[in-house]
């Protein structure tokens, strides 16, 4: 126990001071030489034991050197949401629950350039875009659990291409994270991306107002903003073929065994 609790302070220090790749091959080192040499005990053991009958501990020592082993090595992992630290990570999962969501706002944004320039903001393309014409609960549903036999039913939520965007950019933008210590505000997609968004609210208002000439400066100034964001969440630029067709938007699921995300 003392020597766990020894190794511990000394990773916690190591953790401090060093920086990640040493730290990680360190362990590596560390984890590597502790099973050589529980290996080789046993072996020393199974020697002794057969030239020494009377030694009857041998088993209840390698399993307690065998627990040591584990003590030492159970500890907290180095908390990253990079693309190479673990099947589970928060990039993975945002991409999977997100690209599709994405790619299709940006599919139809694309599609609202040639209306927007030539002036026709009436264009269904841009309708579309704003309109709440998507539904994410429909109504009339029984629910479940209303409690006390009662008849509840879901009332009807919908939502608009544009707001189903703005959301899923900046919760992917939020799953780009190297570190637990990384606040989702602080991050430079999140920050071009809610820029992003306030032009296109804009646009939209000026939509309404008719103001054909404020229109074609915040699209414009917005696809800067788009530009500068795909390459932080890892996505092909505007000019992609990706964004000439429509996208299915719901989540991928991945599974491993039982375990699905």
């Known amino acids: 126990q003392a020597a766990a609790s020894w190794l511990k302070a000394w990773d916690a220090e190591a953790a401090r001071c060093w920086r990640l790749p040493e730290l990680m091959a360190l362990r590596r080192f560390r984890l590597q030489a502790v099973a050589a040499f529980a290996l080789l005990l046993c072996g020393w053991h199974a020697g002794q034991a057969w030239l020494f009958p009377q ?3 041998t088993r209840r020592e390698i399993l307690g050197l065998a627990g040591l082993g584990a003590a030492m090595q159970v ?12 099947k589970y990570s928060t990039i993975p999962s945002g991409k999977r629950r997100f690209y599709g969501r994405v790619r299709q706002g940006l599919y139809q944004y694309l599609k609202m350039e ?3 320039k030539a002036g026709n903001l009436q264009a269904p393309e841009i309708e579309d875009f704003f309109s709440m014409n998507i539904v994410k609960v429909k109504g009339g549903q029984p629910m479940k659990n209303c409690g006390f036999g009662g008849t509840c039913k879901t009332k009807e939520k919908r939502t608009s291409r544009w707001l189903d965007f703005k959301t899923a950019t900046d919760l992917l933008a939020g799953a780009f994270r190297y570190d637990a210590g990384d606040v989702p505000d602080f991050l430079p997609g999140v920050k071009v991306i809610r820029a992003f968004a306030k032009k296109v609210t804009r646009m939209e208002e000026a939509i309404n107002e008719g103001n054909v000439q404020e229109v074609q400066q915040l699209y414009s100034k917005s696809k800067l903003d788009l530009s500068r964001y795909l390459p932080l969440v890892e996505l092909e630029p505007l000019d992609s073929q990706d964004y000439t067709h429509e996208w299915d938007t719901r989540p991928q699921v991945w599974c491993q065994g039982q375990f699905c995300v």
């Open 55 to 57: 030694g009857t501990s």
């Open 75 to 86: 500890e907290p992992a180095l908390a990253s949401g990079g693309s190479t630290a673990g």
């Open 114 to 116: 040639p209306a927007i």
